[in-house]
């Protein structure tokens, strides 16, 4: 079965500081991947997705996430984070062919960015 | 903009009561989901659907039970309440079309069982 893997389970950061959030998962296989992010309150939805292509994807209000083949990884980055990104961020992964098409979420990532 | 809604948002009952989740999306969305979320965990899927009298269970082992006679509904039912099911459900919904993974949710149904 495949497992995804945050291993930043909190993180605190000022305004202006950069950020990165790692993820792995273990499938060998072609995948989708996906950043959703959970704003205090409200709904999970969707950040970003990589399906083919360059493996640098951007996303909304400045995220961008990159995909490494060779480690497996999808590591959730931004230059200058914002006291509005106060949020639980998920990575997930899905299977592209065959068998499930149901995505694995990882743990989360809980980031509080302080004003 | 995606419409899924979930009633009740919070619910608090007692050892052994029957609950309902109701989940039901405007969007025409074959397929839906549940999942549970607890805090600092990963979300587990416990039950998923891919179209009107078509229901699985998900990776989780979970109590409660689903049905899908409308595209549009995917209520759980858990018969008979215990402190073990107290967490937040998730319910979401993927259109024919979409790619895996790609989902839109509720804004979940937290329950606290007594």
């Known amino acids: 079965a495949q497992s995804v893997s945050q291993h930043n389970h909190h993180v605190i950061l000022s305004e202006a500081a950069s950020l990165e959030l790692g993820c792995n998962y273990s499938?060998?296989?072609?995948?989708?991947l996906f950043w959703y992010v959970q704003y205090p309150g409200q709904h999970l939805q969707l950040l970003l997705k990589?399906?083919?292509?360059?493996?640098l994807v951007k996303g909304i209000k400045g995220f961008e996430a990159e995909f490494i083949k060779s480690k497996f990884s999808f590591n959730l980055r931004k230059p200058s984070v914002q006291w509005s990104d106060t949020a639980e961020y998920f990575c997930?992964?899905?299977?592209?062919?065959?068998?499930?098409?149901?995505?694995?979420f990882g743990r989360g990532t809980s980031l509080i960015v302080h004003p | 903009e995606a419409d899924i809604y979930q009633t009740p948002r919070y619910l608090v009952i007692g050892t052994g009561k029957k609950i309902t989740l109701e989940c039901s999306q405007t969007?025409?969305?074959?397929?839906m989901y549940w999942y549970q979320q607890d805090p600092g965990m990963e979300l587990h899927l416990i039950h998923y659907?891919?179209?009107?009298?078509?229901?699985e269970k998900g990776d989780l082992s979970s109590e409660s039970t689903v049905s899908r006679i409308r595209t549009e509904h995917f209520p759980l039912t858990l018969e008979s309440a215990r402190p073990s099911h107290t967490s937040q459900y998730l319910c979401?919904?993927?259109?024919?079309?979409?790619?895996?993974?790609?989902?839109?949710f509720g804004e979940g149904s937290r329950l606290t069982v007594l």
């Open positions: 969007m025409g969305h074959d397929k």
């Open positions: 990589y399906f083919s292509g360059d493996p």
């Open positions: 997930a992964v899905a299977r592209q062919s065959g068998g499930s098409y149901i995505p694995t």
């Open positions: 499938y060998g296989g072609t995948v989708n």
């Open positions: 979401a919904s993927r259109g024919q079309g979409a790619p895996p993974g790609e989902l839109f």
């Open positions: 659907s891919y179209g009107v009298n078509s229901t």
